[in-house]
Structure formats: structure tokens, C-alpha cells
């Protein structure tokens, strides 16, 4: 009978020992994912903002590239027109060029 009983409790403190070391092994599971998503969401919150960066670089460029093309073609209407129209068009780019950096 005492056998029995002390095989009894072995059994049930394998049981408990097998129990934990399964827990243990879920929270390290657990822990190893809850860091990964961490890592992943940084790293799309550093791309997202690389990819605004360069779209808001490439528009800009597109505005510098259109203000350029915009006075050459008054400057070809003339010096006269474009010393008129110079501050108005620098001033419209200048605002373009602010709300597309502001919006990013």
C-alpha cells in the first residue's frame, strides 16, 4: 500500500514538474512572438516614413523642376513679363512646395 501512495505522489510530482516546464515553455514562446511583432512594427513605422521621405523629395523635386520650367517659359515671353510674374510664381511654388513637405 505504501507502495502504491509513493507511487502515486511520484506520479503526481512528474505531472506538476511536466506542467510547469510546458508553461515555462509557453511563455517563452509567448515573450519571443510579443517581441517580434515589436520589431516588425517598428520596422514598418522606419519604412513608411522612408517611403514618405522619398515621395516627399521626389515632389519636391517634380515643384522645382516645374518652377524652373515655369520661368523659362515666362523668360521666354520675355524679361519684362517675367520680372512681373517672378515673385507671383515663386511665391504659388513656394506654397505648393510647403503643403506637399507639410502634408508628409
Not at 21 to 35: C, D, F, V
Not at 55 to 71: G, N, T, V
Request: net charge neutral; no cysteine; glycine share 4%.
Amino acid at each position: 500500500m505504501k507502495d502504491i501512495v509513493k507511487k502515486i505522489m511520484e506520479t503526481e510530482q512528474d505531472v506538476r514538474k511536466r506542467i510547469e516546464q510546458a508553461r515555462e515553455k509557453a511563455q517563452k514562446i509567448l515573450s519571443e512572438a510579443e517581441a517580434r511583432s515589436r520589431e516588425i512594427q517598428v520596422e514598418g513605422r522606419q519604412k513608411a516614413t522612408r517611403d514618405s521621405q522619398e515621395l516627399i523629395e521626389r515632389i519636391k523635386d517634380e515643384a522645382e523642376q516645374e518652377r524652373a520650367r515655369l520661368i523659362e517659359s515666362v523668360a521666354g515671353d520675355g524679361n519684362e513679363l517675367l520680372e512681373r510674374k517672378k515673385h507671383e510664381i515663386e511665391a504659388a511654388v513656394k506654397r505648393v512646395v510647403d503643403a506637399v513637405i507639410s502634408s508628409g
